[in-house]
């Protein structure tokens, strides 16, 4: 673009600075041309779309050809998605429609595939759910590839960008992500479109590339070869920054890498106190792909893998065999190292279309445990296989939303007997851990009974939080409630952690809470047994525990307990904390300079 600065702010979504030049990655809509046929034009059309869907096939075994290969040979996330784009182009909901309404009502097989993706996107209805619009926007791409071809236009990315380019497009396909990032390691990628779940966000994260989604405009305002700053942890976006910019942006970029040079030394030192507490720093896990940077990162276990994202990318429910495999791919990774699994937390809006039930209040409704109870094969099909996995490694079973001794009788129940079924067919497994999420209430005030039939808990505080102030997690209007350090948060957090310890069971604590260097100190003081956070994460948590003694955690949270108001209690944190690591924390604050 023309002459000045442009700062935008979009959703970052993947931490890091990146200074480089704009190589945009054409993927605006393709316009479809409308056309009725005459009668003798139907069996050639019917052709054109079935060469169209041929060569969209091949295309696309091409790419997974290319990404597989640069992964090693081993299936993985982006494969997958682009295995799930396949079988899309053979569904007979799609080619099938096409095929009526080209017959039907001779029109011409762009126009027809233009129409029944709009029916198919109607079906993933109109759910404002991040995962929803994902799939909505997987119909597309796929569409989008076939009436290319119909129209012979170039479909995959054409040249790959140079290395350290800033790749910005409109919306990027997993078929293009997965290429960009594999095939040479570009700065950063922006996108007009997109949300913290998009596949874009997901993989950048995974593959630790900046990256910053929703920004709404980057296409029409940057030009090839134009000069642009990301800043992915605050989502900043600058084209044309001013010299001054980017020589403030090149040392905060310095400053960045070498404070993680510097982290990532240290990253393999156990994150033991001053006094002789140590934690054990596990993360946090969506996919396998991940495990890789967990490790990079000092992880030193696997605190949740949030099973239902395997579900989540696809329409069929996974068979034993697949959460076998998946779960053995994990935990032969992270082997002796534990890996705690937790059971589909599913339910609600986190279904594929066809499943959902309306409700009013999703997250009040059947999800998680309460789901999987009430669907026992599904749930059979998953304790079948991470009872079979479990042989690979050191598994830890994990059932979600907990609410009271019944529920986690019944879990348990059903375990035993998958077990024993097993037992019959030949295969004798003992039976690993056997724990529970605490991020009900009711579970928070119960624990000292609840924790005489669990083998560990793992505090969920991003759902703790949201049932304890009635505030819905995902409503932007009242997330200013959202409060770790509010006085009832922290009762229920020391009562939950004071049962573990009472009935001797490990407490961990898997909430986003739990990656928040602000917090190392009170968490210390519950006496937590580990925490499980993002690998990215890990290293500066560490750092702060290693400076750390509990007793002085313990001392703090006994002066929090005391205060009243939430505002007085983070006040109260945020004093004791910049007193004591100081110079730790303002680096984690203060990633990039504010300009603009
Ligand atoms: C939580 O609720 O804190 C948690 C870790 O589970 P999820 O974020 O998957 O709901
Ligand atoms: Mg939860």
Redesign the pocket.
């Known amino acids: 673009m023309a002459g000045g600065t442009t700062i935008l702010v979009g959703i970052g979504a993947s931490p890091g600075i990146a200074i480089g030049r704009c190589w945009p990655v054409d993927r605006r809509k393709v316009r479809t041309p409308k056309r009725r046929l005459g009668p003798d034009e139907v069996e050639p059309e019917l052709g054109r779309f079935r060469t169209a869907l041929e060569l969209s096939e091949a295309q696309l075994a091409e790419v997974r050809h290319k990404v597989a290969e640069a992964e090693g040979g081993s299936a993985g996330d982006h494969t997958a998605i682009i295995d799930m784009h396949r079988m899309m182009l053979k569904d007979e909901m799609l080619v099938l429609e096409v095929q009526k309404l080209v017959r039907e009502e001779r029109i011409n097989a762009e126009w027809a595939v233009k129409r029944v993706v709009r029916k198919i996107k109607g079906a993933f209805s109109d759910a404002a759910d991040e995962y929803f619009k994902e799939r909505r926007a997987d119909v597309d791409f796929v569409g989008e590839r076939i009436i290319k071809n119909l129209l012979g236009q170039q479909v995959d990315v054409e040249e790959p960008p140079p290395e350290g380019a800033i790749v910005v497009a409109h919306d990027l396909a997993p078929a293009d992500t997965a290429l960009l990032l594999h095939e040479r390691k570009v700065g950063a990628l922006v996108t007009d479109a997109g949300a913290q779940t998009s596949h874009t966000a997901i993989v950048a994260r995974a593959l630790e590339v900046p990256a910053v989604v929703a920004v709404g405009r980057i296409t029409t305002l940057a030009d090839k070869g134009d000069w642009i700053i990301v800043d992915g942890a605050r989502g900043v976006v600058i084209i044309n920054p001013t010299a001054g910019e980017r020589a403030d942006y090149e040392v905060a970029r310095e400053r960045f890498l070498e404070h993680e040079r510097e982290l990532l030394r240290t990253r393999d030192l156990p994150a033991a106190t001053e006094d002789g507490v140590t934690l054990r720093m596990a993360g946090?896990i969506e996919f396998a792909e991940e495990v890789p940077s967990l490790l990079n990162h000092g992880g030193e276990a696997v605190g949740?893998y949030?099973t239902e994202f395997l579900y989540l990318q696809r329409e069929q429910l996974p068979t034993e065999e697949e959460h076998y495999q998946d779960a053995r791919r994990i935990l032969e990774a992270l082997a002796p190292r534990p890996v705690t699994i937790r059971t589909f937390?599913l339910g609600g809006d986190k279904l594929p279309a066809g499943l959902r039930a309306h409700a009013e209040n999703p997250a009040l409704g059947l999800r998680a445990i309460r789901y999987c109870l009430r669907q026992p094969e599904m749930f059979r099909a998953q304790l079948r296989g991470l009872l079979r996995a479990s042989v690979h490694g050191n598994l830890r079973i994990m059932f979600?939303m907990i609410s009271g001794v019944a529920e986690l009788r019944a879990a348990r129940r059903v375990l035993l007997e998958v077990r024993e079924e097993l037992k019959r067919e030949g295969q004798d497994l003992p039976l690993p851990p056997v724990g529970i999420?605490i991020?009900l209430p009711s579970a928070a005030v119960i624990a000292d009974r609840l924790a005489l039939e669990a083998d560990f808990f793992s505090?969920?505080?991003?759902?703790?939080i949201?049932y304890t102030i009635g505030i819905d997690r995902q409503n932007k209007e009242v997330a200013y409630l959202y409060k770790p350090l509010h006085l009832a948060v922290l009762r229920m957090l020391k009562n939950v952690c004071d049962a573990g310890r009472a009935a001797g069971i490990p407490v961990s604590m898997?909430?986003?809470m739990a990656g928040e260097p602000l917090y190392a100190l009170v968490l210390l003081g519950l006496g937590l047994t580990e925490l499980s956070m993002n690998g990215p994460s890990i290293p500066l948590v560490k750092r702060i525990i290693r400076a750390a003694r509990a007793d002085d955690g313990r001392l703090l949270l006994e002066r929090l307990l005391a205060l009243t108001a939430g505002d007085d209690i983070e006040r109260e944190v945020k004093h004791e904390m910049s007193r004591r690591f100081g110079g730790l924390l303002e680096h984690d604050a203060q990633v990039g300079p504010v300009s603009g």
């Open positions: 946090n949740l949030r937390d979600p999420m991020e505090i969920g505080t991003n759902d703790l949201q898997c909430g986003e």
